[in-house]
């Protein structure tokens, strides 16, 4: 499934919106989350998982065909931990 | 760094604040969202939702894993995990601003004997 078929699903059932609202909600959503994201704020959404962000320390790797040491910069990565329910729902349905 | 959490009632705030809904329809939109990709994972399909990232199924064989209060070894019985793979878009934009050179740090990180614990508080299950 993808983002237009989402928002398709969701206007089929609020057929008193317009297709375009449904549009701008189903972004709101996910642009919540990810602004959220950027201050470092954590997403909880019960039954469905958490989001959350995390921190990778700057560190020396390595050119793999060289075997130069390269820096890398430290960085942070969003993480997505799912929850109870859902990972049950993937398991016995 | 960002001690808040946000939860369903931020996000269907949000719907109030930018689209002009109703409150209660608001959360309801939001839970049906939610829903909806629960359901499509539930039903084994990928859920792609492009500038956020995709939610993918995985399949995981049996392996012997360990009783880590004991030590026995047990089975671990083949199942579906969920993995969520963030967006470039998501990536660059958690990473815009804020971010220090390897170089200094790593500098002051091969001097350290002792680093301040970085642990962030243990997240808790949902």
Known sequence: MIKSELIQKIAAANPHLYHRDVERIVNVVFDEIVDALVRRDRVELRGFGAFTVKHRAARFGRNPRTGAAVPVDEKFVPFFKTGKELRDRLNNS | ?126
Do not use: Y
């Not at chain 2, 995981?60 to 047990?74: A, L, W």
């Not at chain 2, 969520?84 to 958690?94: A, L």
């Open chain 2, 1 to 126: 760094m960002g001690g808040k959490t946000l939860t369903r009632a931020d996000l269907a705030e949000a719907v109030v604040r930018k689209v002009g809904l109703p409150r209660n329809e608001s959360q309801d939109l939001v839970e049906l969202i939610l829903s909806e990709i629960s359901i499509t994972l539930a039903a084994g399909e990928s859920v792609k939702l492009s500038s956020f990232g995709s939610f993918g199924i995985r399949e995981k064989g049996e392996r012997v894993g360990r009783n880590p209060k004991t030590g026995k070894e047990v089975p671990i019985t083949p199942r579906r995990v969920l993995v969520f793979r963030p967006s470039n878009v998501m990536k660059e934009r958690i990473n815009a601003g804020g971010k220090r050179k390897a170089a200094q740090t790593a500098e002051t990180a091969s001097a350290k004997t002792s680093r301040p614990a970085r642990k962030a508080p243990a997240t808790r299950q949902v």
